[in-house]
């Protein structure tokens, strides 16, 4: 039997990407996501910004992902970049009635950016939120001094008593996973063009380290990045010999265990007569082809079609 990839991207910014990436994922696989709140690209001004945001986090975005075959959760929290501006602090204040929320499947991002006294206490605070909620948690690991950053998230995590089972440390690379592995937390890692992991550096560190607690997300947003780097670190692993069942475990199995402790996680069985064949088409960076919806909903007035069909 042809074994067909499914994918559910654990840490993707939709919100920041356009319908035809929702389409070229479905194409190549993906049925689920997950959205994490995170930095615009230019600093909030207010706590009523984020307000907006989570809005749009649970209401627009998943109707969007939705038109396209896609299931889409998310997280939210104030994110480490954003923990030093006292104009974005008061939206901690606002976060619980958030985390309360069915879509709401972890904490996050929470944790290091450039490792101040203030990210420390808001890491801190927010670490108990998801205690007090029952939530997960993601932990953004910093992008200068990682190892550092790493052993600072592990250590504030373990002195503040999160079970390690209900932590993802995501953004890793090849001198942060041996800590993170043995901390017991699930292990995260982000795939990209130029930057972060590639897809054969991610195989290397699956043959030392095994698929266990292992999850591999594009984190695709506003830059440079690509949605469908999650098919072509699975095709990478077959043709390094990995067998079905562990690209599935990685791409599929792993982010709905970690994310199903929220109880919150709402899947439908992926539609295998829409995947692609693994092998039968390379990644090509296209998986052109629609999707086979009407695209006739709507929510609060609006759709994903820009004016009237073609007649």
Not at 12 to 37: C, F, K, L, N, Q
Not at 271 to 299: F, H, N, Q, V, W
Request: charged share 25%.
């Amino acid at each position: 039997m042809t074994f067909t990839l499914r994918i559910f991207d654990p840490h993707i910014h939709m919100s920041s990407r356009t319908t035809d990436d929702y389409e070229r994922m479905y194409r190549a696989g993906v049925r689920a996501v997950v959205e994490p709140a995170f930095w615009l690209g230019q600093p909030r001004t207010s706590a009523g910004s984020f307000v907006d945001y989570f809005d749009a986090l649970l209401g627009w975005e998943p109707f969007r992902a939705a038109q396209f075959g896609i299931r889409h959760h998310c997280t939210v929290a104030l994110n480490p970049k954003e923990a030093n501006d006292p104009r974005c602090r008061p939206v901690l204040d606002v976060l619980p009635r958030y985390l309360a929320k069915d879509g709401v499947v972890a904490v996050g991002e929470i944790g290091y950016d450039s490792m101040t006294d203030d990210e420390d206490e808001v890491f801190r605070i927010q670490l108990g939120m998801a205690a007090d909620a029952g939530l997960p948690v993601l932990v953004h690991t910093p992008h200068r001094d990682k190892p550092a950053g790493t052993r600072r998230s592990l250590d504030l995590v373990a002195a503040e008593g999160v079970p390690p089972e209900m932590v993802l440390v995501d953004h890793l690379n090849e001198l942060t996973v041996a800590m993170v592995e043995r901390s017991g937390c699930w292990m995260g890692f982000s795939v990209y063009p130029d930057t972060k992991m590639d897809e054969r550096r991610m195989v290397s560190i699956l043959l030392e380290y095994g698929t266990e607690r292992v999850l591999v997300n594009s984190a695709a947003d506003w830059g440079r990045s690509d949605p469908l780097k999650t098919r072509r670190v699975g095709e990478a692993m077959l043709a390094a010999g990995f067998t079905d069942s562990d690209v599935d475990t990685v791409l599929w199995r792993n982010p709905v265990a970690f994310y199903a402790q929220s109880g919150r996680l709402a899947l439908d069985d992926p539609a295998d007569r829409d995947l692609i064949p693994a092998g039968e088409s390379t990644y090509s960076g296209d998986y052109s082809g629609d999707y086979s919806g009407d695209y006739s909903g709507d929510y609060a007035g609006n759709s994903v079609l820009r004016g009237e069909r073609a007649r």
